[in-house]
Every structure is written in structure tokens, then in C-alpha cells.
């Protein structure tokens, strides 16, 4: 092995493609002789040699990669292993996964994917579906308009956005509460507004805390303190009641992917039903809650699917943002941070395999119930 | 009266419409106005959109950090070997996907789709023990050797989609004039799917270059990490003071070849040549 980490890499790039190379080819040629000894025509048996030699590629990956790992890790996670000590898996039977239920941390990182989704998730459809029917009027720079929607996307979770979200949000200095502040102070009405959403996002908040610390002390607190002072901000980086929101925020902001989703929907709506529509004298609300949601559901069911895995593997704001920060950490953490945090610093690999498995398991589950329950609400009519 | 309540109405969405599009891009803003300030300027309390006194010298202090630049390096290196390396196995596996008939082909384009399913978060813990056997901790080799063998389902649906569309005849005639799969995909197809590629290519990149979990298990030293790895260190949780005019520079110059790839391909993305792809 070269001691240059570049020539390293680019060595073993050049092996990679050899070996699959040699790997396609051996796979077609296998491919062939099956087909032949199944008497298939000739032209059919080339068409087989050069389907699986391009197709290699993928299916030796998903060996590799893919489906020896997940055996292993099912394998592993029925295990007591530590890869530092080199000691040999020993088994111990369904004990991580008895030991998860009790885990108070695996409990919090669960209630804050929770939160994510029942929280974060439906505000991201709905300002996605927002901002996609008010493209859809028409405007001049609508271009302009979405890149700027779809700036985020491309942006996405980098740490150095995030770190820009860090200062915006910081509680005393950060921007965005100097302007709540400024705003609050020039029109009063905006200052009770802030003053309710404050509470009623803290309530919310303490009874998630609640749930995955099994006390509810903190939510009596702020029920009993009522609405908070006039001068009050949001605490965004820095109170638990507030960790999360802030990774909602986040999320909320790099909604244009969904955007995008939504706009090829709405002009996928044939014009006559909105012409009819105005006939009998419709407003622009009944235009969009009896024709455009309706025939907008299917893609409403394909957001939140695909949102719903996203939230579920959930990572780098919470490493960026909260990494190290012990009185934080339990308020905010996810399931995959909690993964990273048991596998990856304490290297506890069957442990760690035990939740892979587990976050597996729920996506497949919770996709799995999307799509047992679409029939009762997603309307397939256009389609 | 009509009239009256259609400018309204119009006013009313172009307020709105700006609105969102400042939101959106002013974190980019922020950044780039906070790299800019002095450190004073960042921690002070009070609302300073533009810097008074604007400085650069937070950007020459960084061009004389040598693990900034060597991370620069780092990410600019390895996601342009993954990315060649990716992207061509993606659409090699898309075309057998997509203009070859072969036995089992519908089975293993189930398969890869139903793999869309598995976070690759859940396939870290062993993937990180075979790296280990391997003695590939601490090098490139993890981050991009496995994007070779076509990583990314969802990229080889959408190239799939965009190459199911091309004529057969087109593949017919050539075959009759003797060429085989491997010119008719590079001389026919791959010509072909020029824009389907360039999207690809965009999403590839991006992913790539925002990529943070799998570079910070598998560098481990200093000397190896990519950008977001090293910006994250920029960070200390438990310093009383952020260094914000650096942290924020770090965070420009990382963002620059994101905006570049950005309004290079944004006329791909945004006209819907992706949805297209998904949908059909």
C-alpha cells in the first residue's frame, strides 16, 4: 500500500475498475451458458451475455455493499461485539434490542424524530404547497423566483450553511431575533403574535420532553408561567424546549425540492376544469381546495413518503449544531446521531447494528402503512 | 372594480413572492456579509446587515491555513474521482436497463429500486468493520471506491427513464450495421442523454461535496478531511467565543462551487426535466 493517501485512493480506483471489469464479464459469459443450456436462440443468449455484463456493475455492488453487510449486521446485531478489541462476536440472543427498549437515549432520539415528522414534516409540505401555487400564477422572474426556492436543496445540509444558521440563530446576537425583537417593539400586534407562537411552541415542546423523559415537570413549568414577557425571543441553539425547532427551521427552509414536485403537479391539472369552475362562479379558495388539492394528492402522498425517510435520517444538523453540547444533546438528538454516537465513539458494534436494524425496520414499516392507508385519501383520477 | 381587485391580487403575489425569495437566500447573505465583518462586528448586538468597515482579512488569514487549503484539496479530489467513477457506472447500468432484453431484467430493476428503501445509514456499522478488514480506515478509499459499482439508485432510475425514451430503431439499424452494445452506448445513447447526464452529474456533485457523515468516520486525521469535516471542527462547542468572520469565510469559499455547478445546470433542473424522469 502507497504512504501517499491520493496515490492510495487512485491506485485502488484502477483495481476497482479492473475488477469489474473482469467481474461483468464473468457474470455475462455465466449468463450466456445458463441461457444455452436452456436452449435459448442465439440472439437471445447475446442479449443475455450483454445484459448482465452491463448490469454487473450494480448487482456486484449490491453483493458487496449492500446485501453481505445487512446479513452481517442482522448476524451482529444478536452479538456482543467490539471491533477494538478483537475479540470474536459472542452471542448474546435478542439482549440489544431488549437493552434498546430501556435505553433512555435510543427512547429520546424515537419522541425527536417524532417531533420531526409530526411537526416539521407537514409545515415543509404546506409551505412547499404554498410557494408552488403561487409560482403557479404566472409571474415575470418566475425563473428567478425558483432558483432561488431551489437554492436551498443545493445548499442542503452542508456544514457550512449550517453554520450559518448557528449565527443567524444565535439567542442574543443572532439576526434573526434582533428582527423579531425590532419587529415586536414597532407594531404591537406582532409582538402578541410572537408571544403566542412562543408559548404554544414550548408547550408543544416540554410534552415531547416529557414523553421521552417520562416527567413532566418542565411542561407544568411553562404551563404555570403562562404567556411568556413581552420581551421574550425564541431560544433557539440554546434551551431544549427549542433545539428541535430549530432543526424544523432547517428543514422548512430547503423545502423546494417538494416545491418542484407540487409545480409539475399543478400544471399536470387540465385547464378546462378550472374554466368550468369559473363558470359557476368559484372563488380562488374553492378553486384550490375542490380542484387543485384533490388531483394534487398523489403528490402530496409522494412528499410525504420520501420526506418521511429524510426525516428519519436526519444527522448533520444535529452533529454540527449540538455535537458535545451535553445539556442539549438529549433534547434534540436523532436516531441516526444516535447510531453514529454508539458504533462510531463507543464502538459498540452489535449495539450499533441492533439500531441499524431498527431504523430499517421502521422505514420499511412506516413506508409500508403510507401505503396501506393512500387508498383511503390520494385521488388517481388524472391518472 | 375587477380590474382594481386583479392588481391587488398581483401586488399582494409579488410581495409575497419576494418575501420568500429574501428568506431563502439570506442565509447565503449572512454568510457571505458576516465573513466580511470583524470579529466585533459579528457578536455585536444590534442589527448590521452590511459590515460598517468591510475586511478582508479573514480571507487572507485562510488562504495561509494550511489545513483549509489541504481540505479544499481533499474535496475537490475525492469527489472528482467519485464522481467520474460513479457517473459512468450509473449509466452503464442504465443502459442495460433500458436497451437490452435480457432474462431476469425486470427482477433486478425491482431490486434495485426496493434498494431506494435502505438508508445507507443502516448499512454503516458493517460496511465500516469490512473497511477495517481491509485496512482502508483513514484513507479516500471507503468514500470513493464504493460509488464505482453504480451507488445510487435513484440516479440510475432517472437515466434509465431519459434512455427508455430514444427510438429503438435507432439501436436496430446499428445493430444491422454490425455494431455492438458497447458502441451503440457510447456512439448513440450517451450522445443522446446529454441534459438526463448533466442532472446526474448535479445531483452526484452535490451530494457529494455536502457529503459529512461517511468522511468524518473514515478520515479520522486531520490531514484527509474534506471541507465539511474540517468546517465542522471551526466550531468549538465549548469555546466561549466563535472565531464567526473565519467560520463564516470557510463556509463561502465551501459554498462557491455549489453556487457555480448551480447556475450552470439550474436550467435542467428547474424546467422539470427531473419530474419528467420520475414520473413517466
Avoid at chain 1, 399543478?266 to 385547464?271: A, D, F, H, T, V
Avoid at chain 2, 454490425?178 to 448513440?188: D, K, R, S, V, Y
Amino acid at each position: 500500500m502507497s504512504q501517499n493517501p491520493y496515490i492510495d485512493v487512485l491506485i485502488n480506483a484502477v483495481l476497482t475498475v479492473l475488477f469489474i471489469i473482469i467481474a461483468s464479464f464473468g457474470l455475462g459469459t455465466l449468463a450466456r451458458y445458463i441461457a444455452k443450456w436452456a436452449g435459448a436462440p442465439k440472439k437471445q443468449q447475446e442479449n443475455t451475455f450483454a445484459g448482465y455484463l452491463f448490469a454487473a456493475p450494480w448487482i456486484v455492488g449490491f453483493l458487496i455493499f449492500v446485501l453481505i453487510p445487512l446479513g452481517y449486521s442482522l448476524y451482529w446485531s444478536f452479538t456482543d461485539y467490539r471491533v477494538t478489541e478483537n475479540v470474536p462476536p459472542n452471542w448474546v440472543g435478542l439482549s440489544n434490542y431488549a437493552q434498546l427498549i430501556h435505553d433512555s437515549g435510543f427512547r429520546a432520539s424515537i419522541v425527536n424524530t417524532l417531533f420531526l415528522t409530526a411537526i416539521g414534516l407537514p409545515l415543509m409540505i404546506a409551505v412547499a404547497l404554498f410557494l408552488a401555487v403561487l409560482l403557479n400564477q404566472k409571474t415575470r422572474g418566475e425563473h428567478v423566483f425558483r432558483m432561488a426556492f431551489y437554492l436551498p436543496v443545493i445548499l442542503g445540509f452542508n456544514t457550512a450553511v449550517l453554520l450559518s444558521w448557528r449565527l443567524m440563530l444565535n439567542t442574543g446576537t443572532g439576526i434573526i431575533n434582533q428582527l423579531i425583537r425590532a419587529f415586536s417593539n414597532a407594531f404591537p400586534p406582532f409582538s402578541y403574535l410572537n408571544r403566542a407562537v412562543i408559548f404554544i411552541q414550548e408547550l408543544i415542546s416540554a410534552v415531547f420532553l416529557g414523553i421521552s423523559s417520562g416527567k413532566f415537570n418542565l411542561l407544568n413549568r411553562v404551563w404555570a408561567a403562562g404567556l411568556p414577557a413581552a420581551n421574550r425571543v425564541p431560544m433557539w441553539v440554546e434551551s431544549p424546549l427549542w433545539t428541535k425547532m430549530s432543526v424544523v427551521l432547517l428543514m422548512v427552509w430547503g423545502c423546494g425540492a417538494m416545491m418542484l414536485i407540487f409545480l409539475a403537479g399543478l400544471n399536470n391539472i387540465p385547464r378546462e376544469l378550472h374554466d368550468a369552475a369559473d363558470v359557476d362562479g368559484a372563488n380562488s379558495w374553492q378553486h384550490f381546495w375542490k380542484i387543485s388539492f384533490p388531483l394534487l394528492t398523489p403528490f402530496v402522498f409522494y412528499n410525504l413518503v420520501v420526506g418521511l425517510i429524510a426525516c428519519l435520517q436526519i444527522f448533520e444538523p444535529i452533529y454540527v449544531l449540538y455535537r458535545d453540547n451535553q445539556p442539549l444533546v438529549p433534547s434534540v438528538i436523532s436516531m441516526v446521531y444516535y447510531l453514529w454516537q454508539t458504533s462510531f465513539r463507543n464502538f459498540e458494534i452489535g449495539y450499533g447494528s441492533a439500531i441499524s436494524w431498527l431504523i430499517l425496520f421502521l422505514i420499511l414499516a412506516v413506508t409500508a402503512v403510507q401505503f396501506l392507508i393512500q387508498k383511503r385519501w390520494v385521488n388517481y383520477d388524472l391518472y | 372594480m375587477r380590474t382594481t381587485w386583479h392588481i391587488t391580487k398581483r401586488i399582494i403575489l409579488y410581495i409575497f413572492l419576494t418575501g420568500a425569495t429574501v428568506v431563502m437566500c439570506f442565509p447565503l447573505f449572512w454568510m457571505i456579509s458576516s465573513s466580511l465583518k470583524t470579529l466585533q462586528e459579528t457578536n455585536s448586538p444590534g442589527i448590521l446587515l452590511v459590515p460598517a468597515h468591510p475586511t478582508l482579512a479573514a480571507y487572507i488569514d485562510i488562504f495561509h491555513n494550511a489545513d483549509f487549503l489541504r481540505s479544499y484539496f481533499n474535496s475537490v479530489f475525492y469527489t472528482t474521482l467519485a464522481l467520474i467513477g460513479t457517473l459512468f457506472s450509473i449509466a452503464v447500468v442504465a443502459y442495460a436497463f433500458s436497451r437490452i432484453k435480457w432474462p431476469g431484467r425486470n427482477i433486478v430493476f425491482f431490486l434495485m429500486l426496493s434498494t431506494m428503501m435502505i438508508p445507507s445509514q443502516a448499512l454503516l456499522v458493517p460496511q465500516y468493520v469490512f473497511f477495517n478488514k481491509l485496512h482502508w480506515i483513514g484513507s479516500f478509499n471507503p468514500i470513493v471506491i464504493p460509488g464505482f459499482f453504480a451507488g445510487g439508485a435513484a440516479m440510475i432510475f432517472l437515466l434509465r427513464q431519459a434512455m427508455a425514451q430514444i427510438p429503438v430503431e435507432l439501436d436496430e439499424s446499428a445493430i444491422m450495421d454490425g455494431a455492438n452494445h458497447l458502441q451503440i452506448f457510447w456512439e448513440i445513447v450517451l450522445p443522446l442523454v446529454k441534459a438526463p447526464i448533466a442532472i446526474v452529474a448535479t445531483f452526484l456533485f452535490v451530494g457529494l461535496w455536502n457529503s459529512l457523515l461517511a468522511p468524518l468516520i473514515y478520515l479520522q486525521t486531520v490531514s484527509l478531511y474534506t471541507l465539511p469535516v474540517y468546517v465542522s471542527t471551526l466550531y468549538n462547542i465549548n469555546s466561549a467565543v466563535q472565531p464567526w468572520p473565519t467560520i463564516m469565510t470557510a463556509a463561502v469559499l465551501t459554498t462557491v462551487p455549489l453556487m457555480i455547478v448551480f447556475f450552470i445546470a439550474q436550467r435542467y433542473i428547474l424546467e422539470g426535466v427531473v419530474i419528467t424522469g420520475l414520473k413517466g
